[in-house]
């Protein structure tokens, strides 16, 4: 297949660090929502509406990370999406109004589909190159890189520092890691007279159905991140820092789930550790629907980020071998997946612009419930009932 092992393993940290810098850009925006939203002073439906851009960007924008990847090559096609998500990240805090809010989100959306495509891709190709399971793992350092990050967003919330100045110093500095991480992962080109991918393409039939189990978890996730902060502060009076500090557990709580996500998969199977993660997450949500503390809230909020901690990493992995092209494939089923982060922020916008964020969260603890009767449609990556082997080492799990 190309490439030492040593060229592989050295890949396998870049492409892990690649996926930390990717997450902390995450991490530092959402701790400043509610600065973001006070400081536009913006309704919850208007908040709701600007959440949508990032996922309406990154759908339309993902089905040509294939084409970007097939001609520049993985390496400099992930080295200038990922810095690209990084510069975007100063845009937003910047803008004045709701109507430049949601162009910068739009943005900003692009961006990041783009670079999670071409970055879920060459975490595949290391995967399928050292024969053994390590997606949950790389989600779980995106959730390392959104914890430190959110944790310098609780600090510049609590000093009242201005969100301008924070994302766009956060920008400059993690451009420059996106150029410095990104330069050991695997320079993985066409072969000759290989057909580009097209601008847009559907998941396979194979993975259509994961990407649905996707579609449930990354709307949890999405709920989670968006609207965590701005739960505890309107809902259980917690401060503008304890609000921010909400998202550090959650990004904590998901991080140690999918650190050790790999093992616990290997060792239940892909079934039974998403029905298990349906069964934590729907539970972490009626914590959070019960709540009039931020002390039972956050626990709330952390077992969600428990519960589909291992979700998402499946649901990629299997896209990346569900097709001849593994960006094409997770271009696809990613499309799935973040159309549940389009639908998120407008549902729970508005159905608490309409009534409450706490009947919002009844319907994110529904669909996190919906993970346990679906996670029979994991079976369908193996449905011969043979391992997806690779050196003999790499479990049915993807």
């Known amino acids: ?56 960007g990154a759908s339309v924008a993902m089905p040509l990370a294939g084409r970007i990847v097939h001609r520049l090559g993985a390496r400099t096609a992930l080295q200038g999406l990922l810095t690209l998500w990084c510069l975007a990240l100063a845009l937003p805090a910047l803008s004045p109004h709701l109507v430049v809010l949601c162009l910068s989100l739009f943005l900003y959306g692009a961006t990041a589909g783009m670079s999670d495509v071409a970055m879920n891709a060459q975490g595949v190709e290391v995967e399928e190159r050292l024969g053994r399971s390590i997606m949950s793992g790389l989600h779980g350092m995106w959730s390392v890189g959104g914890l430190v990050a959110s944790g310098f967003g609780v600090l510049a919330a609590h000093q009242h520092v201005d969100a301008r100045l924070q994302c766009a ?52 996730e999405g709920a989670s991140m968006d609207w965590s902060g701005v739960y505890l502060r309107d809902i259980t009076g917690a401060s503008a820092s304890l609000a921010a500090a909400c998202f550090t557990a959650f990004s904590a709580t998901m991080a140690a789930a999918r650190l050790a996500g790999d093992a616990v998969v290997r060792r239940l199977g892909p079934v039974r550790a998403v029905r298990l993660s349906g069964v934590v997450a729907a539970t972490g949500g009626l914590l959070v629907v019960v709540a009039d503390t931020p002390y039972v809230a956050i626990p709330g909020f952390a077992l969600i980020g428990i519960g589909i901690a291992v979700v998402v990493p499946l649901a990629f992995a299997a896209a990346g071998r569900a097709g001849s092209n593994p960006s094409q494939s997770i271009a696809g089923v990613a499309t799935i997946t ?61």
């Open 169 to 220: 110093v956060t920008a400059a500095i993690l451009a420059v890691l996106a150029q410095v991480v990104s330069r050991g992962v695997l320079d993985v080109r066409p072969t000759a007279g290989e057909e580009a991918p097209p601008r847009f393409a559907l998941p396979p039939k194979e993975a259509l159905v994961i990407g649905l189990v996707g579609f449930c978890a990354v709307f949890a």
């Open 338 to 398: 973040y159309t549940s982060g389009l639908v998120a922020p407008a549902v729970v916008g508005g159905i608490a612009q309409a009534s409450s964020l706490t009947v919002s969260f009844v319907a994110v603890t529904l669909l996190a419930a919906a993970l346990i009767p679906s996670a029979a449609a994991m079976r369908h990556r193996n449905a011969t009932g043979s391992p997806v082997a690779a050196s003999g080492s790499l479990e049915p799990t993807h």
């Open 1 to 56: 297949m190309g490439g030492t092992l040593k060229d592989v393993q050295r890949a396998r940290v870049s492409v892990a660090l690649v996926f930390a810098v990717h997450g902390a850009v995450t991490g530092t925006f959402v701790t400043r929502i509610p600065w973001i939203k006070d400081h536009l002073d913006l309704s919850p439906g208007q908040l709701g509406l600007a959440l949508v851009f990032p996922a309406i």
